[in-house]
C-alpha cells in the first residue's frame, strides 16, 4: 500500500493495523471497524483494499485517511469469507465462504472516472479514426450504461465442493 511504505494486516478482533515498511517494532495506525475477525484482504489500488470478514460481508476500506467506503456485498448466513481475488481486469471480485459458494462480484462501481473518461475518449477518437463516429443519438461503443456505476451486483455464484442444496 501506499507504492510499498505502508503494509495492512487483519487482526481477529476486526481491527486493521497499518504498518510502516521496515519498521515492524509497533503499528504506526489501527483502523477498527469490522464488527468480527478480518480473514482475508486484497489490494484495489495504493489507498484501497477489500476485506472479508468472518461476519460475511466484503468492505471496501481506505487506508490513510482511513475510512470505510461501504460494502460489496455479503454470502448467506454471516458465514465467514475465507478467501477473496480480483480477476486481472478488476472488473469481477471473487469470494469464496463457508457457505460453499464462490460468489463473483461486480467491481465496476469502484472504477475511477477518469479512467472510464479515458478509455471513452480513446474510443472516439479510434472511432473517429475509422469513420465510425457514433451520433448525437447512438450509443458510443465502450460507454458506460447509464447508472451501470451506481448498481452493486453479485454477477454469479457457484456452488463449490461435491454438495449443493438445490
Known sequence: MKHGK????????????IWSW???NDCSDRFPGHPESVDTIVKWDEDTILTG????ALRV????PNKLIGVVGEHADDMPVER?????????????SHDSCIKLWDMSILQDDSDVEQEEDGDEQQ???QGTAAGPDEPVA??????????????ATTAAGGSSDS
Not at 53 to 56: E, I, N, R
Not at 61 to 64: K, V
Not at 84 to 96: E, F, G, I, P, T
Not at 148 to 154: F, L, N
Request: aromatic share 4%.
Open 84 to 96: 477473496v481475488a480480483l480477476s486481472a481486469d478488476r472488473q469481477l471480485l471473487a469470494s469464496m
Open 142 to 155: 465502450g460507454a458506460a450504461a447509464p447508472n451501470g456505476a451506481a448498481e452493486r451486483k453479485q454477477v
Open 6 to 17: 505502508k503494509v495492512v494486516c487483519g487482526s481477529q478482533s476486526g481491527v486493521l493495523t
Open 53 to 56: 470478514s468472518s461476519d460475511g
Open 22 to 24: 521496515g519498521y515492524w
Open 127 to 129: 472511432q473517429e479514426q
Open 61 to 64: 476500506i481506505n487506508i490513510l
